[in-house]
Structures are given as C-alpha cells and as structure tokens.
C-alpha cells in the first residue's frame, strides 16, 4: 500500500547536475557563474546576518522589489520575489493550472516544467520543436490554444538559442499565461528591458528571472518574476507566507543594484563563450549559436556519452542530455531521440582544460 498521492507515486522526479563536492573538479555542468558575485553582495549578508536573525523577514521582500523596479523602470507591485526561479515556476503551476488544463512547453527544454506539471496533476504536452531549434507554430497550434499554461524558456536550454519577441508574441495561448523564463536572458547578445509585458498581450506573460547565473548566486536561492500586477496579486495568495529569507534578500538586493559588477562578468562570458564555440568547430563539432552562458554541441561519429565519461574520468564534468522521442526519425535516428553535450562557460583557465581534454578524446576516435 502507498500512502502517497497517485500523482507523486508515478512520478520519476527531476535530476539535478551533478554536484561534487570535493575539491578538483573542472565543472562546466550545472550553468554556475564561475566569477564570485559583488563585493556588495558579501557586505550586505554580513550585516543582515548581524541585524535582526530572530524575526521574520519582509514577507513581500519590499526593499528588493524596490530594486527590481528602478532596474525595470516599473512600479515595485510589479515584481514577485521567490526562493530561486524554480519556486516561482511552482507558484505559476499552483495559481493557474487546474487538473482538467493543459500545461504546454516547448521540447528539448527544460524538464522540469513536466516535472511540475505531473505534481499537480495536470494535462501536459510537449511542442515539438524543429531539428534548427526553430518552433513550428502551426503544427503545435492547436495543443498552443488549449494551455493554460505555456512555458517558454528564452534563450532555450539545452539549445542556447534565443526566440524573437515577434515568435513569443504569436504563441501566447488566448486563454491562459505565457511564462517567458529568462533565466539567462542576461547573456543575450542585446538584453531587453522587459517589453513583452507592454505588448498587446503583455496582462497575459509572466516574465522569470534567476540570481543563480548572471549575478553568480547560485548558492543562495533567489528569482523573481515580473508581470501585471492583477497576476502579482493573485500569486502572493499562494506562495509561503515568509518564502525569501533575510540574508537572501538583503544580497539580491545588493546584487541587483550593483549592475556595473554584473555587466562586467557577463562580458568575460560572453567573450569566452565565443572562442568556446569557435574551438568546438575546429574539433569537428556542431555547436549551436548560444545566446546563453553555455553551450550545446553534437558530434557526427562520436558517442556524446562517451565523450562526457571520459571527460568525467579526468574530473571535467559537462552535462549529457537525452531527449527520447523529440525529432522526427529523418533527423536523428530511428527512435527519434536527440542527445549532446551542454557545455557552461567557465572561466579561461577552465575552458582551456577542458578544450585539451575534448582534442585528445577526439585525436583518440
């Protein structure tokens, strides 16, 4: 007998990247910043952590949202800061899917909007997407009108690519929310200032923002989400009554005021990440055009698992991925699946090791 609900019993769980927690390792897996976030940031924890531990934080992280907004140019209503992105993805799943509606993504993506989805207990479907990692927006036209809820991560991962805000605009379901998930919306090659939400459809996007990548915060759990403030009002009822700690909201707010700190990692990663791409070509490898602080690659004749096992046995992690029953059979093989290796760009020294590794696997066939 299980005690537990049939939903969560047939569930297969979302799997981390690994994360070794010994020292020696090359990891170029899990889409960390490798740069150290804010000398602000580290001060601004420092004195939380010696100020008022014993009560509560602000449950609706005002000083934050305050931030945000100057950032963004909106009013502060306009922003739900939550325990990283992920809790905001919950929260989105909690206020607006019910168990007859449909939950919608884009697919390869990111997992996890089906992980979400299955908890809840919803309908949920995959949209297909295109071998170029383009959408085929008649084909998934139908299952589009339906969603409820339709998860968009832009730039995509696994691919890196990023999608026009005309293609965002043309997919938002006419009777449910668009969530835009730009966790690495930072590392476009020309970030916007959030004009989705002033769009003829903007009362119906949901915009999701990360601190785990371009403000290397990773280790202390932080996002928000951006969107009408009817939608804000209606996701405070259901998220935890004190969801965002002291010490994570003083450090975002720190974080996010120190703009000049982050613009000048996202440069180092933007400019490694092309000689990364570039040296991936030179191996006889496919990279994607990455708008992302990874990238992903294939390889014509080489086993992507194999190539990510070796360059696990010299402590090089990189993230292999799967993705069963996601391109037609013409395009891949005969069941269909596409596979290959997601890269994070690391910093040079990093990058260097793992390049030397990469060229004797591919040297060795």
């Not at 150290?36 to 100020?51: D, M």
């Not at 690495?184 to 004009?195: A, R």
């Not at 996601?326 to 269909?336: D, K, Q, V």
Request: glycine share 6%.
């Amino acid at each position: 007998m299980s005690l537990f609900r049939p939903d969560v019993e047939a569930l297969q769980g979302y799997v981390p990247g690994e994360q070794p927690q010994e020292s020696g390792w090359v990891k170029l897996n899990t889409n960390e910043n490798p740069y150290p976030p804010s000398p602000r940031v580290v001060s601004a924890i420092q004195q939380a952590a010696e100020g008022r531990l014993n009560v509560y934080p602000d449950p609706l992280g005002r000083g934050f949202c305050q931030a945000a907004a100057e950032l963004f140019n909106l009013d502060p209503d306009w922003i739900l800061p939550a325990n990283g992105s992920d809790e905001n993805l919950t929260i989105l799943v909690r206020s607006f899917a019910d168990k007859n509606d449909l939950i919608a993504y884009p697919y390869p993506s990111y997992i996890l909007y089906e992980t979400l989805s299955e908890i809840q207990g919803t309908r949920h479907a995959r949209l297909r997407l295109e071998p170029d990692w383009s959408w085929n927006i008649k084909i998934n036209r139908p299952l589009i009108e339906q969603a409820k809820l339709l998860f968009v991560p832009n730039p995509n991962s696994p691919s890196g690519n990023h999608w026009d805000r005309e293609v965002i605009q043309s997919i938002v379901p006419p009777n449910g929310v668009l969530v835009h998930d730009e966790a690495y919306g930072d590392f476009v090659d020309e970030p916007h200032k959030l004009e989705l939400l002033h769009s003829e459809v903007g009362k119906q996007i949901v915009v999701t923002r990360t601190f785990s990548k371009s403000y290397s915060l990773a280790g202390l759990r932080f996002g928000f989400c951006v969107a009408h403030p009817d939608l804000i009002a209606g996701m405070r009822k259901v998220k935890d009554s004190y969801n965002c700690n002291t010490l994570g909201l003083a450090a975002a707010e720190a974080a996010i005021r120190d703009q000049a700190w982050m613009l000048e990692n996202r440069a180092k990663i933007l400019a490694t990440r092309t000689r990364l791409s570039e040296s991936l070509k030179s191996l006889g490898f496919d990279p994607v055009p990455s708008q992302a602080n990874f990238v992903w690659t294939t390889h014509p004749t080489i086993s992507h698992r194999e190539i990510y096992e070796q360059l696990k046995g010299r402590k090089i992690l990189v993230r292999y991925m799967n993705f069963p029953n996601a391109a037609p059979e013409s395009t891949t093989n005969r069941t269909g699946a596409v596979d290959g290796l997601r890269i994070t760009v690391g910093t040079d020294k990093q990058v260097d090791a793992f390049l030397e590794a990469l060229s004797e696997i591919v040297a060795a066939g």
